[in-house]
């Protein structure tokens, strides 16, 4: 890298002019910068540090350990550049770091997203299952694919359990670049709020940037709806993408398809928290639902229709499947090519995942990740249909998290479910039980206004115990005539842990939903 570029990048001042003198392909005095980080733990010898200001401490404290471990330059605002005054190695001093970090990144590692097709997915909802839906018909078209979201970081057929659902800036160039070495040549993004505002995708420019809905969530970071519809619509700008498909089933949708800056393709589903408007007649393409998860999505200017399944239940399924099949035609992909790659199953962890199936022996039990209000009463709606029996969810709320949603979400399970287990998700720092509380007291104002369809809201207590007493009301024996009942386990779908009280503790939804079946089967426990 050389270093010239470096500083014309990030806006080159007389901090910066004297370190440009004598550097030429990123080689100054025998040293070769070849990597960034902002964790001074993981400095490797040759790597720019990023002093940043943090929520708690200066990044600049941890300066002289990453010296230590090899860093040859540190990139920092005036208070670190002021705390780092005759340090070893030379400090380069902007007003804002993280603004800078992306780009920075990028150029130490050889703009590595360029080479790649990047398809970016934001949203409140649908991300991770339209990311996988994107990636998996890539594959299928005979891509070599990487994919990065909440779940995990695929890099081809190797996994990586994810920290966040967007890296950090400096992480994901890396990992870009690593991509790019083994060969990837397609890369499926989920691209979070927190990331767009925190530049933590500063650098990539998306090939396709997805939108999915917009609901309530994140307000403890966003101080409103408007500010966190911001920072989505910022991904739609010909900053960050080229072009994009945006679902236009709520006003955020309209509102970001109006005043989009790339070349916008529009899908209406009919559905959504309004449905019916706007006419999907204005929308570029609409779907055509028919039986089974088969529909057509018809293009209104020509009249053509592709064909496609949805494998997932659930209308926001049709929608999540059919946002995947438009981001293929904006790729490029033949109507035919797109039809057979969607064809194919994909693996989504956690979303609509089925435990066990249902029947003579037991319930159908399902995890799936619904931790909004909105998709909670989403993912109860998909599974009524095809539920005989009773619907019971069992579902609680974050805390340190948006505590406005807690009640709404309590009420959105009151209207659909039969039965509501409340019980904790990960309540973090706070008492679980005031949480549960705030999650009770919405579900039983819909009893209380007559708008319920539950006839039970139960405190279930701790997560393990409010599964097992969920499956304990719903187990079917053999030669039992009563229908089948279904048990949903909504919030935390594919995690594999429970924080509390800053402690994470190994939990999964899926072996606590076995282990209660088997022991309710087993000690023969009845509905």
């Given at each position: 890298m050389h270093l010239r570029d470096l500083t014309a990048r990030i806006g080159a001042s007389a901090e910066l002019d004297g370190l440009a003198d004598g550097l030429?392909?990123?080689?100054?005095?025998?040293?070769?910068?070849?990597?960034?980080?902002?964790?001074?733990?993981?400095?490797?010898p040759g790597d720019l540090?990023?002093?940043?200001?943090?929520?708690?401490?200066?990044?600049?404290?941890?300066?002289?350990?990453?010296?230590?471990?090899?860093?040859?330059?540190?990139?920092?605002?005036?208070?670190?550049?002021?705390?780092?005054?005759?340090?070893a190695v030379p400090v380069l001093v902007v007003d804002d770091p993280r603004a800078v970090l992306g780009d920075v990144a990028?150029?130490?590692y050889g703009h590595p997203s360029a080479d790649l097709t990047m398809v970016g997915i934001t949203g409140t909802n649908g991300k991770t299952t339209t990311a996988y839906l994107v990636e998996s018909a890539l594959r299928a078209l005979g891509r070599r694919t990487g994919l990065i979201g909440t779940v995990e970081t695929r890099i081809g057929d190797e996994r990586i359990e994810s920290v966040r659902t967007t890296p950090e800036a400096t992480d994901l160039h890396a990992l870009l670049g690593v991509m790019r070495e083994r060969g990837i040549d397609a890369c499926v993004m989920e691209v979070s709020s927190h990331a767009l505002e925190l530049h933590r995708v500063d650098g990539v420019v998306y090939d396709v940037a997805l939108f999915t809905n917009l609901s309530q969530d994140h307000l403890d970071f966003h101080d409103s709806m408007d500010d966190y519809f911001a920072a989505k619509a910022s991904l739609f700008t010909a900053r960050r993408a080229r072009a994009a498909v945006v679902c236009v089933d709520d006003a955020w949708g309209r509102r970001l398809a109006e005043q989009s800056g790339v070349p916008t393709t529009t899908l209406a589903t009919g559905s959504g928290p309004e449905a019916g408007t706007p006419d999907p007649a204005d929308a570029d393409w609409t779907?055509?639902?028919?039986?089974?998860?088969?529909?057509?999505?018809?293009?209104?200017?020509?009249?053509a229709a592709l064909a496609l399944v949805s494998h997932l239940p659930g209308h926001f399924n049709v929608a999540n499947t059919a946002l995947a099949a438009l981001a293929l035609l904006r790729l490029g992909v033949e109507p035919a090519d797109v039809e057979a790659a969607m064809a194919v199953q994909p693996d989504v962890p956690g979303r609509m995942e089925v435990v066990a199936p249902g029947g003579p022996d037991g319930p159908r039990c399902i995890v799936d990740f619904a931790h909004t209000p909105d998709a909670v009463d989403a993912a109860l709606s998909a599974l009524r249909s095809s539920t005989e029996g009773r619907l019971i969810a069992v579902l609680g709320a974050g805390?340190?998290?948006?505590?406005?949603?807690?009640?709404?979400?309590?009420?959105?399970?009151?209207?659909?479910?039969?039965?509501?287990?409340?019980?904790?998700?990960?309540?973090?720092?706070?008492?679980?039980?005031?949480?549960?509380?705030?999650?009770?007291?919405?579900?039983?104002?819909?009893?209380?206004?007559?708008?319920?369809?539950?006839?039970?809201?139960?405190?279930?207590?701790?997560?393990?115990?409010?599964?097992?007493?969920?499956?304990?009301?719903?187990?079917?024996?053999?030669?039992?005539?009563?229908?089948?009942?279904?048990v949903v386990v909504l919030g935390k779908g594919h995690e594999k842990g429970q924080e509390i009280h800053g402690v994470k503790h190994p939990f999964d939804d899926r072996d606590a939903v076995r282990a209660a079946l088997a022991a309710a089967t087993s000690s023969g426990v009845t509905a």
């Open positions: 030429a392909d990123g080689v100054a005095d025998g040293v070769l910068v070849t990597g960034v980080t902002l964790d001074s733990r993981a400095v490797v540090y990023a002093a940043l200001p943090g929520f708690n401490v200066h990044g600049a404290r941890f300066a002289e350990d990453a010296v230590q471990a090899g860093a040859v330059a540190v990139l920092t605002d005036p208070e670190g550049g002021d705390r780092l005054a005759g340090c990028d150029l130490v779907v055509e639902e028919s039986s089974g998860g088969a529909f057509h999505l018809r293009e209104r200017a020509t009249g805390g340190d998290r948006d505590r406005g949603k807690r009640p709404a979400m309590g009420a959105a399970a009151a209207r659909r479910a039969d039965v509501v287990v409340v019980t904790d998700d990960n309540p973090r720092s706070e008492d679980p039980a005031e949480i549960r509380a705030a999650v009770v007291e919405g579900a039983q104002q819909v009893v209380r206004d007559g708008g319920a369809r539950a006839t039970e809201i139960i405190d279930g207590g701790t997560r393990a115990s409010a599964i097992a007493e969920a499956i304990a009301l719903a187990v079917v024996h053999s030669g039992d005539d009563r229908p089948v009942d279904t």
